[in-house]
């Protein structure tokens, strides 16, 4: 695991400081080449990781025997090896044991084509000096970032917004359209960033620039819902895909550990990692303090550990992780309104203690339909054929009834928004319940300014654009493939690489493996789910390998209690940020709005910790780059210079 930057046809380098912003992502070694393509200036950088073949044969960026192809690379491909040998059939000889040059090769021999064979998780830059043209591609789920800024006749690219940014001749100004996006989402999605002219490639994209022309690809879709199976067929197929997957992102040249809740996720990787033999697996479970008992799984991963061997090491949360919240900010680069990025910061610093690498649950509930809104988006198709009357009293005179709680229990707000959002139309019904701030929200906290310079914007237009036309006819369906195109890669996995990279520390994650994303893409929901019981299809596959508490545990979520911390701890922090002198003087959000929120959560009127966080993160975002670490500038005089150069 690595992180990269290089540029084709800029007049200014950078290099070198790109490669200081990117260190902590590869604090092993570090390699810059810099020379002409097509004529052009170009270069490359590489700071590594080392995770297979240590020796120094392995570094990058990489040429090809002949000179002609240059290659930097951010991953892992676990079919490296079988790759390594059909290239070997092919003719093809090699100097290390990495899968670096595997990819190198390949290119030589398919082409663009190679990046169908791959199967990991990467983000990576060709420069092809016979072609005159470079290839820079993303996994097909998202899982390594790569962005990038379009240049006339070229590129510069990188890991991270930093490694981008010290690359640059002139700071860029704030993208407000992304800014809006963030407050929808709780981060900026792609192809945006927070900064103006910056962009994030996309996953299962590319980019190609060839001839004095850029060109955008998507050369990964995820496949339709097909038909049912026979039970015991797809089930034996489940598990044998698991095992399979486990064994690849077990291969490794250094210490492999695993994330262990005592979740459904976690239990099964450790559990099929562990059946693999040798070595114990080292284990990592946050803890929290008896008072948080709704937070705290230590009793779950204690019995998982037990049963598997495992040396299990429980790492409490500090009472000041709360105050970690600017050093998270600076390894996103752009504000992140997820709390648990702070339980992960935490985590995987203390994990590389004991390991470079560990598996993580990521995607287990995109995957097999795992999160609470899955059924209420099955219930609401039967909810839809109750009389328009009787769900619109449930919609108007139940739902604002409903009480909620700031103190992490949900079922109260989940069926309040599910009675409130039944006489939408269903898609737009799930946009509602996976988004935060909504457009008429957003008109009574945002200024006039920045309104007028965002006017016209499609809220959900990213949510929207992971559907098919006529692909997907169910909900569910509909829903889970929106999931695994937006909040997996823009929220989940984005956390799990900025905070885990933070501290040099690869995470894997094998619900992720695209192979078996696929399969699972490919049963329809209700094979996934039936009879609403979530992740049914899994515990079918692993129920051999379950402890009984954990078969019949509710699912928790990893989650602070950043809703207590709010009122609590946190609270002389939002004071400062949110204040009403400070907002006036910033000139993005409307002061009395904001108080409005606080004074709703402190009395328990409404549960705003997510509202509210996501408002405290912008605060420290913007705190953090206007001291010099990065460039951002004061919005409240530039709005109006700003409109003018957000991108459409």
Known sequence: MCGIAGYFGSETSGLDAALAALRHRGPDDR?????????????????????????????????????????????????????????????HAFASQTDTEVVLAGYRQWGDGVLDRLRGMFALAIFDEGRGRVLIARDRLGIKPLYYQPLPGGVRFASEPKGLLAMLPERPGVDLHALRDYLTYLYVPYPRSIFQGLRQLAPGHSLVVEGGRSRLARWWRLPPAGPPRPRAE????????????????????????????????????VALAARRGGR????????????????????YARAVAERYGTVHTE?????????????????????????????????????????????????????????????????????????????????????????????????????????????????????????????AEQRVLLTP????????????????????????????????????????????????????????????????????????????????????????LLREAVADLLPAAVQRRRKLGFNPPAGIWLNGPLRPMVEDLLAPRRLREQGWLDPVAVQTLLEEHRTGKRDR?????????????????????????????????????APA
Not at 280 to 299: K, N
Not at 620 to 644: F, I, K, M
Request: with cysteine.
């Open 31 to 91: 390699g810059l080449w810099e020379g002409t393509l097509a004529g052009q200036r170009a270069g490359l950088a590489h700071a590594r990781l080392a995770i297979l073949d240590l020796s120094p044969v392995g570094r990058q960026p990489m040429a090809s025997a002949d000179g002609r192809l240059r290659i930097v690379f951010n991953g892992e491909i676990y079919n490296y090896r079988a790759m390594r040998a059909e290239l070997h059939r092919l003719g």
């Open 234 to 269: 797809l089930v034996f197929e489940v598990r044998r895909r698991l095992e399979e997957v486990v064994e690849l992102h077990l291969v490794s040249d250094v210490p492999v550990g695993a994330f262990l809740s005592g979740g459904l996720d976690s239990t099964t990787l």
């Open 280 to 299: 114990p697996i080292e284990t990592f479970c946050m803890t929290f303090e008896p008072d948080a008992g709704l937070y705290d799984e230590r009793v």
């Open 315 to 439: 790492i409490p949360v500090r009472p000041d992780l709360a105050e970690l919240l600017p050093r998270a900010i600076r390894h996103f680069d752009e504000p992140f309104g997820n709390p648990t990025a702070l339980l992960v910061d935490l985590l995987s610093e203390k994990t590389r203690e004991h390991v470079t690498v560990a598996l993580a649950g990521d995607g287990g509930d995109e995957l097999f339909l795992g999160y609470p809104r899955y059924q209420g988006a099955a219930l609401s198709e039967a909810w839809r054929r109750l009389p328009r009357r009787l769900r619109a009293l449930a919609a108007v005179g139940i739902a604002p009834r409903i009480p909620e709680s700031t103190r992490g229990r949900h079922s109260l707000r989940r069926a309040r928004e599910f009675l409130s959002g039944s006489l939408m139309p269903p898609d737009e019904m799930y946009a509602g319940w996976v988004t935060y701030f909504a457009e």
């Open 449 to 536: 300014d920045l309104l007028a310079a965002t006017e016209g914007r499609r809220p959900f237009e990213h949510l929207e654009e992971q559907l098919e036309p006529g692909e997907r006819r169910g909900l569910v369906d509909r829903c889970q493939a929106v999931d695994l195109g937006s909040f997996l890669p823009g929220n989940l996995l984005t956390y799990s690489d900025r905070m885990s990279m933070a501290h040099g520390l690869e995470i894997r994650v094998p619900f992720c493996d695209h192979v078996l994303v696929e399969l699972l893409a490919s049963v329809p929901a209700e094979q996934k789910m039936p009879r609403l019981r979530t992740k049914a």
């Open 609 to 645: 910790t997510w509202h509210l966080w996501s408002l405290l993160a912008l605060e420290v975002w913007a705190d953090v780059y206007r001291s010099g670490t990065a460039p951002v500038p004061r919005p409240s005089r530039e709005v109006e210079a700003l409109t003018d150069r």
